[in-house]
């Protein structure tokens, strides 16, 4: 099933339901609370079956040449199925269009040994992502963060 992508509508219930359906990775509550109140105002992509959200990309623009995606998240049943990388696809083509040249990504780094966290990372690396670096110092020693880039030719 190719999803239907929607642009530009806020959806913190969905957020919240996806989230709520995602504790290998979404699994602490402040954390979660913080995407619910950012998905409220930042940059939305949502992947539909239908009606229903399957998916959903949040974005954070840092300056005019590069954006971070801040969330994404598939309802664990529709993993591998294609959700992640509409999502991704469209993020990009629209970020192209706009001139933007980075994309960036922050997950649990490698260090910190998580299998949902190593398909992430694959998935990651799959749809063309490059690891930047690993650091402590973003959410703390017991938290490894890697930072994954992109760059995103000319349309």
């Not at 998240?73 to 294609?82: E, I, L, Q, Y």
Request: charged fraction near 25%; proline fraction near 9%.
């Amino acid at each position: 099933m190719t999803p239907t992508i929607e642009r530009g509508r806020q959806r913190p219930a969905d957020v919240e339901r996806l989230l709520g359906e995602l504790p290998d990775w979404f699994g602490m509550p402040e954390s979660n609370a913080n995407y619910v109140a950012e998905a409220a105002h930042l940059p939305t992509l949502t992947a539909l079956d239908g009606d229903t959200v399957v998916g959903v990309c949040l974005l954070r623009q840092h300056n005019p040449e590069s954006v971070e995606i801040e969330l994404l998240a598939v309802t664990p049943d529709r993993h591998r199925g294609g959700i992640g990388r509409a999502l991704v696809d469209a993020v990009e083509d629209d970020l192209r269009t706009r001139g933007v040249q980075l994309l960036q990504v922050k997950t649990f780094g490698p260090s910190g040994h998580s299998e949902p966290y190593e398909r992430t990372r694959a998935f990651y690396l799959a749809v063309g992502f490059v690891p930047l670096e690993e650091r402590t110092d973003i959410w703390g020693p017991d938290n490894p963060c890697l930072i994954l880039v992109k760059p995103l030719a000319a349309p």
